[in-house]
């Protein structure tokens, strides 16, 4: 498994990983050249045995010519050519070649999911004292309200990321949506649980403010270690262990992870999953966001960028 900060992919690696790695070292030298790919890739390794020299070049440029077609796709999935830090030259060899503008939020989103992807996020999530795991709450909230429509939609943080205790939390949830009687737990006490896997909450308010409106429960999920947790968060199950009195619809489930998932296995995890927002999803629908989210975010890349080994 290709893991930041030391590891690196080998010709064996999944196709998704080979596309990162070329984000990854334009992204840390400011261009990747083809021939400068396959030099790493054809570095030995455990897995090399007999295989002849002649075939292993044939087949790393095989899987790069398919890692190159999946950072074009994904430059489209992001909405915009503005949206994607990165571009494709094919003067002297095909290169990706940075363009990250620090002004631009999408860029900066892009960056963050990337190295937030392919970091040990058990291990190395802290740089600059900011939680990379919990940012994604923060920004799945914002792009959650910017899918439902910016302009009339409302979103909030419920997991870690926020403070205060679960019962609080419940209990804000149902004063700002409007429904549901706050905290009520069958057992008769309050559960010791960080956020019964609930990370963001997304709605569209009436103006009449009466219950029975689109609401959609989100999950949040770094690294790749996400897909046995795609069907934990039960909206209508969480409304019945945590609170109290009811809501007129189930709210609509939503997943979010900062891997760009490959197109061939989206529709099977999108079943499981609900609304599925990977990597690109997700910076197609950053607009406007805090001041406060960008420092955070900017001074997390920033920090996690320079402990690359490349």
Known sequence: MFRLPDNLPTEN??????????????LKTGAASQREIEQY??????????IGCEDSDVEIEGILDEALNEIDTRKKSCGNDCAYPFNLQNSAGTVCRLSYDETNPQNIAYIYLLLST?????????HA???????LEEL?????????????????????????????????????IGEGAGYGCPDGAVRHTQDG???????????DANPGKLIVFGQCKTGTSWHDSVAQLQPSNF?????????????VRAFFVSEAINPTKRNGLSIDAGILFDRCRIVDFCGEFSPELVDKLKSWVHAAKETINI
Request: hydrophobic share 40%; aromatic share 8%; proline share 3%.
């Open 41 to 50: 890739l054809s570095q030995p390794s455990d897995n090399d045995y007999n």
């Open 118 to 126: 392919r970091f040990n996020m058990s291990d190395n999530r802290k």
């Open 13 to 26: 690696s999944s196709i998704s990983e080979l596309a990162d790695f070329i984000e990854i070292l334009a």
């Open 197 to 207: 896997k609930l990370d963001a909450v997304g709605w569209i308010p009436f103006s």
């Open 239 to 251: 409304i019945k262990k945590f609170m109290s009195g009811s809501l007129h619809l189930d709210p």
């Open 129 to 135: 004292e900011i939680d990379g795991s919990l940012l």
């Open 140 to 176: 799945s909230a914002e792009a959650l309200k910017t899918y439902l429509g910016a302009e009339r939609a409302e979103s909030l943080v419920f997991g870690t990321a926020t403070s205060g205790g679960f019962k609080e939390k419940i209990n804000d949830l149902c004063g700002k």
